[in-house]
């Protein structure tokens, strides 16, 4: 239907049928060619969005899509099933630079209010190669919108050590950034599968970005790469609520702990955030870190399950200030090796000493099996912990190295 005929016909509606009962927004189908979608309108994603308008519904039937799309107006983009079959995959042929200046196979940029549900965004045919062009899966870019129910994957780079700087790295799943420090975006990761990333399930950066990432799997690889490696990754200002996810990275493996600390992966990370992130009911494993906290005041990290850690510490706190840190559950931290001493690391919740943290709340934690249950700086309140299996209870981190005894059973064995 043309621009000017829908515009008649919404004319006609109104008067016809009155103002407050009329349903804004026309819903296309689009169509791979000779693949059964009966009713389809458009055979390509970027043809159904160069006619959408605001409020717009873009159905997108089951088939692959060789596409790079770019969404500027808030629509709804959605996979659909057909005939018992309900995958459509957005997956670019080869994955180039937009005029953006980054590779991301859907960007939604300038806009708000759209709606990314139910797709495959498969990001593997790119020719990435270093930290200056990012790449992603999905990039919002000075927009906001909601990822819900999809897959998104092959983020990799071709060669994974072309980037190796720390932060913010390359190769997200999701990504929500924005140019300088004005505007306000919000965005929503909710129920997805997002996995075979370089660098970050998902990353959130930039002052004016609030985030809620909530009941994810996202599934990583760890220190094998080379490369450091995060599940959710909030920075620079952001806010917002990470809960609910399921995050699994990979261990240390034959990657020695001194060389597995410089390449750690980690489950959930803020660096530099905005007041009162709350990250709760996560469940974490196979990490250097589960949680780790570079920056922020008021953080809630409560209700985590954390298991099998190695290199830091279940939750590792950083100039935190004024945190909650509770309920949380954390097993099996270690080897229990010299390095745990040697690095002030192994412990259940570590608030490390001489990082600026003060005054966070430790209390109602549960630690099984490392090498000391809870960590703390002398301003901390600490509360009752529930600490088992650990060869230290609670260690004084501002006494360190001093107090910080050396990891032998008794008896005298390592």
């Known amino acids: 239907m043309s621009t000017c005929k829908r515009i008649n016909w919404m004319v006609t509606a109104i008067f016809s049928i009155g103002i407050s009962n009329i349903s804004w927004g026309s819903t296309y189908v689009v169509g791979a060619p000779n693949t059964p979608c009966p009713g389809a309108n458009f055979s390509t994603i970027g043809a159904a969005l160069n ?16 596409e790079q799309v770019v969404i500027t107006k808030p629509v709804t983009l959605v996979g659909i099933a057909w005939n018992n079959v309900g995958r459509a995959v957005i997956q670019p042929t080869t994955l180039t630079v937009n005029s953006l200046g980054f590779m991301a196979v859907v960007t939604v940029a300038n806009t708000s209010g759209v709606t990314i549900s139910n797709l495959a965004i498969d990001a593997s045919n790119n020719t990435a190669s270093g930290c200056t062009v990012s790449l992603s899966g999905i990039h919002f870019y000075n927009a906001s919108g909601s990822v819900l129910n999809s897959s998104i994957s092959g983020t990799q780079l071709p060669n994974p050590l072309s980037c190796t700087t720390l932060f913010p790295g390359n190769g997200s799943g999701v990504q929500a950034d924005q140019s300088g420090t004005a505007g306000s975006y919000t965005i929503t990761v909710q129920g997805n599968s997002i996995h075979d990333f370089a660098r970050n399930g998902v990353l959130v950066n930039g002052a004016g970005q609030n985030a809620t990432v909530s009941g994810n799997s996202i599934t990583g690889i760890g220190p094998s790469t080379g490369v450091n490696q ?24 034959t990657v020695s702990i001194d060389n597995c600390i410089a390449i750690r992966s980690e489950g959930v990370v803020l660096r530099s955030v905005g007041s009162g992130v709350v990250i709760a009911n996560n469940v974490i494993s196979n990490v250097q870190a589960g949680v780790f906290v570079n920056g922020a005041t008021g953080p809630q990290v409560t209700g985590n399950i954390v298991s099998n850690v190695d290199a830091l510490s279940g939750i590792h706190i950083q100039g935190s200030i004024g945190g909650l840190y509770s309920r949380n559950m954390v097993f099996h931290v270690g080897p229990l090796t010299t390095d745990t001493s040697s690095n002030e690391e192994g412990c259940g919740i570590n608030d490390v000493s001489g990082t600026s943290s003060s005054a966070n709340t430790i209390q109602l934690n549960w630690v099984n099996d490392a090498y000391c249950g809870v960590a703390y700086v002398t301003s901390d309140i600490l509360g009752a912990n529930y600490l088992n299996n650990t060869l230290y209870s609670t260690l004084n981190g501002d006494n360190y190295p001093d107090t910080f005894p050396p990891p032998v059973e008794p008896g005298g064995h390592l």
């Open 51 to 66: 006619v959408a308008l605001a409020g717009d519904t873009i159905e997108v039937c089951p088939a692959t899509y060789p």
């Open 230 to 253: 995060f599940g959710v990754f909030l920075a620079n200002g952001a806010v917002g609520q990470v809960t609910g996810n399921n995050i699994t990275q990979g261990n240390c493996g």
